[in-house]
C-alpha cells in the first residue's frame, strides 16, 4: 500500500458507483472488495495538510482533501464519476464551479447538512451496503424506500457512529464492533409527510448532476437565472413575499453582479420551496415572462455615470476631481447604495440607490448638515437641534465647526490647538468595530477626557475620514492596531517578570494588562508566551533546585548533624519548603535526599554500636579488674541505656558475649 508504483495501478475488484451514494460509502466498499486496510488508502489519497481536518469535506469538496486523479486510477472511473457522488455537484450545477462562492456555499451547507455523525437505514445497509447522501440532509428523517426511521447509534450500545471511521467498511459498530446491518430495530414504519417528501424530491433533484436548474435563456448564467427565477415567482406568480429584503436585495445584487460576495443560496431555493409547497424542480422551472427577464437584463447592462460633488460649502463643488470609491464596510450600507464614492476633499459621500438606480448623498447629509446651520445662526439651542439631527447631532456639529463653517464661537469650547487631528492613532484607541458615538464617546472620555464636541471635531478630520472610508477592511487595521499596542505592553510585563526571581503565568499578565486570559487567544499570543512563560518558569525552577541541591549537601556536612539520626522531616524544615512541592517538580531531588539520609543514617549507626562496644568493653574491665563478672544490667547502666535498649543492638551483645567468653574482643 506504501508504493507509489504498486498502488497507482487499477484494483483486481473496480466496482461502479451507486445511484445516490456518497463518495466516501464507495471509498468503503473499494477496500472492503479488495480486502485493502481503510486507513492505509486513506493516508494515502488524502492530502497531507487535510489529514487531520474536517473529514465530511471528502463528500462536499472532494478534491479539496483528496487525491482524485489517483483514486481515479485506483478505482477506473473518471474524476467527474467521483465528483458527482458529492454534494459538491450542487455547487458545480448553481456556480459552475467559481472558487469565490465556496465559502458561502459550506456555510449554507453547514446548516443543511448533519456532518458530525454517520447515518443510516439498516434494511438499505443490509441490502446494498452502500451509504446515501440523502441520509445526511436534515429534514429527511426515514428510510424513502423501507419507511424506516433513519439511525446514527449502534442498536447494541447505543454510541453515535462517527462520520468516517474503518469500523465502517465493514459496517461494523466503531465501539463494540457489532454488525450494524444485522442489528435488530422496531419495525416501526414511518409514513413520510409532504414536507419530508417535498424534501426528498428536492434533494433528489439537486444531487442529480443531469437535470439542469433553470430554462432561463437570456444572457444570465446559471447563478442569475436562479435568483431571477425565485424573484419572478415572489412578485408575479405567488404574490405572497416571503422574502426579507436583505434577501431581496441580495438576489437582485447577485442579478446586477454589482457585489462579487452577494450570492444565490442553496437555503433560498429549499425556503421558498417549503414556503410556496412547491418541488425546487418545478420552482426553477417556471416560464418566465419576457419582460421580466429584460427589465433586469437593462438594469445588469447599465452603466453608472460618475457623478459631481454637489456640496455647496466644497472647494471642488460641481467637480469629480475628488471623488474616490469608498472601499470601507464599517457604514453598513449596502442594502441601499449599489456603490459609494467620497469627496476627499468635503468628506461627503454620494450613493447609488439600489431601488432607483440614482446618485444621492448618503443619508441626505448635505440637506441635514444645511438644516443645522441655518438653526445655529437662528441661535436654535443644541436640545432643538437634537431633534432634527438626532443621533448624529455631535457629528455633524464636529463637522461644522471643524470645516468652520459657522463662525460663532460662543456655541462650544473645544481646544483646537490640543486635538491630534493629524494622528490617526487616536481614533484606533475609541474605535472597537462599532461607530455607534455613545461607544466612542465612553472611550474617548475615559482616555483622553474630550467632550462630545471635541470627538465630533476629531471624527470631522480628513485622516479619520481616510480611514472610515478608504481603508478596505477597518477592522482588521484596527486589529493589527490594537494587537502592535497589546504586544508592546507584555512585552514589557514579560521582560520586567525575567529580571525578577517570581514565576509568571497567563493570568498574571491578563490582570496587569487589567484583561482576562482570552485577549492573548484574540491576538494569537497564547502560544507565544506560553513558550516564555514556561522557558522563564523552568529556568527559575533549574536555579531553585540547584541551590536547593546546595543546601542539601550544607545540611549533611554540618557538624551538628553528624552526631544524630536524622529523618525526612528535619532535611525538609531545613530547606523550607513542603516535601510535596519537591517531589511534584522534581523527584530526582527527593530520592536524592532519601540516599543521603539513608547514607548518613547507617554510619551515624555503624559509629554509634562501636561506641557502645567500647563502652561496654571498658565497664567489663573495669569489674574484672576487681575480680567480679558484670551483669548486663551493670553493663548497661555502664553504657548510659536501658537493657531493652541494650537487647535491640544485637552486634552489641555479641561482641559482649565473645569478650566475655574470650577475654578479649
Known amino acids: ?29 473499494l477496500c472492503t472488495l479488495n480486502k485493502i486496510n481503510f486507513k492505509e488508502l486513506i493516508k494515502f489519497v488524502y492530502k497531507e495538510k487535510y489529514v487531520n481536518k474536517d473529514k465530511f469535506l471528502i463528500d462536499v469538496f472532494p478534491d479539496e482533501v483528496i487525491n482524485l486523479h489517483d483514486l481515479s486510477i485506483l478505482c477506473g472511473h473518471d474524476v467527474e464519476t467521483l465528483k458527482n457522488h458529492s454534494f459538491g455537484v450542487i455547487f458545480n450545477k448553481i456556480y459552475n464551479q467559481n472558487d469565490n462562492r465556496k465559502r458561502a456555499f459550506k456555510l449554507d451547507m ?39 426511521p433513519l439511525v446514527d447509534t449502534c442498536q447494541d450500545c447505543g454510541e453515535i457512529q462517527p462520520y468516517l471511521h474503518e469500523g465502517l467498511m465493514e459496517k461494523h ?76 436585495d441580495r438576489l437582485k445584487s447577485s442579478i446586477k453582479n454589482l457585489n462579487n460576495s452577494r450570492s444565490v443560496l442553496v437555503s433560498d431555493v429549499l425556503y421558498m420551496s417549503k414556503e410556496y409547497k412547491i418541488n425546487a424542480q418545478d420552482l426553477l422551472g417556471l416560464q418566465i415572462d419576457d419582460r421580466f427577464a429584460k427589465e433586469f437584463a437593462c438594469l445588469k447592462d447599465k452603466q453608472i455615470s460618475p457623478i459631481n460633488c454637489a456640496t455647496p460649502w466644497c472647494l471642488h463643488k460641481g467637480s469629480n476631481n475628488k471623488m474616490q470609491k469608498v472601499v470601507s464596510s464599517y457604514h453598513r450600507l449596502k442594502d441601499k447604495y449599489l456603490s459609494m464614492v467620497v469627496c ?37 439651542s443644541i436640545r432643538g437641534i437634537t431633534r432634527i439631527a438626532k443621533s448624529k447631532t455631535y457629528q455633524i456639529l464636529g463637522y461644522i465647526l471643524f470645516h468652520e463653517l459657522f463662525s460663532t464661537t460662543n456655541l462650544v469650547k473645544i481646544k483646537k490647538e490640543n486635538m491630534p487631528t493629524d494622528d490617526v492613532s487616536y481614533f484606533y484607541e475609541i474605535y472597537e468595530g462599532s ?43 484596527r486589529y493589527f492596531h490594537s494587537k502592535t499596542i497589546v504586544k508592546g505592553k507584555v512585552e514589557k510585563i514579560v521582560n520586567a517578570a525575567v ?8 493570568l498574571q499578565i491578563a490582570g496587569a494588562l487589567e484583561k482576562t486570559p482570552s485577549i492573548f487567544r484574540h491576538y494569537s499570543l497564547n502560544d507565544d508566551l506560553k513558550t516564555d512563560i514556561n522557558n522563564h518558569n523552568n529556568k527559575l525552577r533549574k536555579t531553585r533546585f540547584r541551590h536547593l541541591y546546595e543546601s542539601v549537601e550544607r545540611f549533611f556536612t554540618s557538624d551538628n548533624n553528624q552526631c544524630k539520626f536524622i529523618v525526612m522531616k528535619d532535611v525538609y524544615s531545613y530547606l523550607g519548603i513542603n516535601r510535596s512541592y519537591v517531589r511534584r517538580n522534581n523527584l530526582t531531588l ?76
Open 1 to 29: 500500500m506504501k508504493s507509489s508504483d504498486t498502488m497507482l495501478q487499477r484494483l483486481g475488484i473496480r466496482p461502479a458507483p451507486k445511484l445516490g451514494e456518497s463518495l466516501s460509502s464507495f471509498v468503503f466498499r
Open 110 to 148: 453547514n446548516g443543511l447538512l448533519i456532518k458530525d455523525k454517520r447515518r443510516f437505514c439498516i434494511k438499505c445497509l443490509a441490502e446494498s451496503g452502500n451509504f446515501k447522501l440523502l441520509w445526511q440532509v436534515k429534514g429527511v428523517n426515514c428510510c424513502e424506500i423501507h419507511k424506516l
Open 173 to 248: 459498530c466503531f465501539y463494540c464492533y457489532s454488525e450494524l446491518p444485522h442489528q435488530v430495530i422496531s419495525q416501526v414504519t414511518m409514513s413520510k409527510g409532504n414536507d419530508e417528501s417535498r424534501i426528498i424530491d428536492n434533494w433528489t433533484f439537486l444531487l442529480n448532476p443531469s437535470l439542469p436548474f433553470t430554462k432561463v435563456s437570456f444572457p444570465f448564467n446559471t447563478e442569475q437565472s436562479i435568483a431571477l427565477t425565485l424573484l419572478y415567482a415572489q412578485s408575479v406568480i405567488f404574490t405572497k413575499k416571503i422574502l426579507g429584503r436583505i434577501k431581496e
Open 344 to 380: 476627499t476633499s468635503c468628506n461627503i459621500r454620494y450613493g447609488v440607490n439600489i431601488t432607483n438606480n440614482e446618485w444621492e448623498d448618503v443619508e441626505n447629509q448635505i440637506t441635514l448638515i444645511s438644516d443645522v446651520i441655518k438653526m445655529l445662526e437662528k441661535g436654535e
Open 435 to 477: 461607530m455607534a458615538f455613545p461607544n466612542l464617546y465612553k472611550k474617548a472620555k475615559r482616555l483622553f477626557a474630550w467632550n462630545m464636541y471635541e470627538l465630533g471635531y476629531y471624527l470631522a478630520s480628513p485622516v479619520v475620514q481616510n480611514e472610515l472610508n478608504l481603508t478596505e477592511n477597518i477592522k482588521r487595521v
Open 499 to 506: 529580571k525578577s526571581t517570581e514565576n509568571m503565568s497567563l
Open 590 to 665: 527527593d530520592h536524592y535526599i532519601s540516599e543521603k539520609i539513608n547514607c548518613h543514617n547507617e554510619e551515624y549507626s555503624k559509629r554509634k554500636v562501636n561506641e557502645m562496644i567500647m563502652s561496654a568493653v571498658k565497664v567489663i574491665d573495669e569489674f574484672m579488674t576487681l575480680g567480679e563478672r558484670p551483669t548486663m544490667k551493670q553493663i548497661s547502666a555502664g553504657i548510659g541505656i536501658s537493657v531493652a535498649t541494650l537487647y535491640e543492638y544485637q552486634e552489641v551483645l555479641q561482641a559482649i558475649s565473645d569478650y566475655k567468653r574470650k577475654g578479649r574482643l
